[in-house]
């Protein structure tokens, strides 16, 4: 049994942070690409950012580079969003997931490659 649950996303103003966790059990997230998506009301759910097994070969889309963070906790296998200096265009369902196929990040994660899935939690981001 695999399971990812999220956590840590509310209700911030414009300039504030958030650092929204994942916590998985059935399967060692430090052996894999784990990514974090994310979908607002109306668009397609996307790739925000991946990290590779070990910490390697980390991506993030152009929208929140320098802003974002991803990292990892092996010991207690959980992977981090650190999410800073948010604007009001980050509002979304943000979810992790797991990619069974793939260990390093060498681009976008796409979201039919990744296997296992969280359930979501949400960020607003409004004044």
């Known amino acids: 049994q695999v399971q990812f649950v999220e956590s840590g996303g509310g209700l911030v103003q414009p300039g504030g942070s958030l650092r929204l966790s994942c916590a998985a059990s059935?399967?060692?997230?430090?052996?894999?690409?784990i990514s974090w998506f994310r979908q607002a009301p109306g668009k397609e759910r996307e790739g925000v950012s991946c990290?590779?097994?070990?910490?390697?070969?980390?991506y993030y889309a152009d929208s929140v580079k320098g802003r974002f963070t991803i990292s990892r906790d092996k010991f207690v296998n959980t992977v981090f969003l650190q999410m800073n200096s948010l604007k009001p265009e980050d509002t979304a369902v943000y979810y992790c997931?797991?990619?069974?196929?793939?260990?390093?990040?060498?681009?976008?994660?796409?979201?039919?490659?990744?296997?296992?899935w969280g359930q979501g939690t949400q960020v607003t981001v409004s004044s």
């Open positions: 059935g399967l060692t997230m430090d052996d894999y690409a």
């Open positions: 997931a797991a990619n069974l196929m793939r260990r390093r990040c060498s681009g976008p994660p796409i979201k039919y490659e990744y296997d296992y």
């Open positions: 990290a590779s097994a070990s910490d390697s070969s980390t």
